[in-house]
């Protein structure tokens, strides 16, 4: 449900484009990996990914499951809550594996939280935490990665700002992004699985830019792939 109603909810907020690698498939029991930039984005990148036929579970941060309405939907449709700084975290990687297990895709945000910026330009993806790279190497499952541009011009700086961000959207429309890069598996040490798929999203996340002409992304060798 969530899928859908962001498919129908977020081209309401701004103009959504999604690009695709050659050959670029999301099988099930995939871990979708993407870059976090603003509140805006996973609703972005889920309607992204329901144009391209993928529902994920996403593994969010636990205090969502507070918020009314939202919190039961979550709960309902098996989205994962995650509690960061608290041994509680690693129940969020066990029921991500039971997910992939059960053939289900996982989104992950694998930097754990938004940039500290209250401006709303582009700015490549930060440091990946560990839990993408624990993830696939318990499981064997292939990491697709994906980039998306645009969040930013939705919600992002202060609380004030993201406000009139958000009520000033559906006037505006502005561009929006997702690119979904070709499948990887992450082979090597915890530390290298982690450089490999951080350098993956962030080439997506290049892509995604470019697309919106992004000053971030001038002089990056952003790939062009088919359009949904």
Excluded: C
Excluded at 49 to 54: E, F, N, T, V
């Amino acid at each position: 449900m969530l899928s859908r109603t962001a498919d129908v909810l977020v081209p309401a907020f701004g103009r959504l484009t999604v690009t695709t690698d050659p050959g670029t498939e999301l099988a099930p029991g995939s871990i979708v990996a993407a870059n976090h930039t603003s509140l805006a984005d996973p609703a972005i990148v889920t309607a992204a990914l329901h144009r391209l036929g993928a529902e994920p579970v996403i593994m969010a941060a636990a205090g969502l499951w507070r918020v009314p309405l939202l919190g039961r939907a979550l709960a309902r449709e098996g989205h994962i809550p995650v509690i960061r700084g608290d041994r509680r975290a690693a129940a969020a990687l066990d029921a991500a594996a039971e997910a992939l297990e059960q053939g289900r895709l996982v989104l992950i945000y694998a930097e754990g939280g938004l940039p500290r910026r209250r401006d709303a330009a582009e700015a490549a993806p930060g440091s990946f935490r560990s839990g993408l790279a624990r993830l696939a190497e318990r499981t064997g499952a292939p990491v697709i990665p994906v980039g998306q541009a645009g969040a930013r011009r939705i919600t992002s700086g202060s609380t004030a700002k993201q406000l009139a961000g958000l009520v000033t959207a559906p006037l505006r429309r502005p561009d929006l992004h997702v690119h979904v890069g070709a499948p990887l598996e992450l082979t090597g040490d915890r530390a290298a699985r982690t450089a490999r798929a951080r350098t993956a999203v962030t080439t997506a996340w290049r892509t995604a830019a470019a697309h919106l002409r992004e000053p971030a992304a001038r002089g990056s060798r952003a790939r062009t792939g088919s359009q949904v």
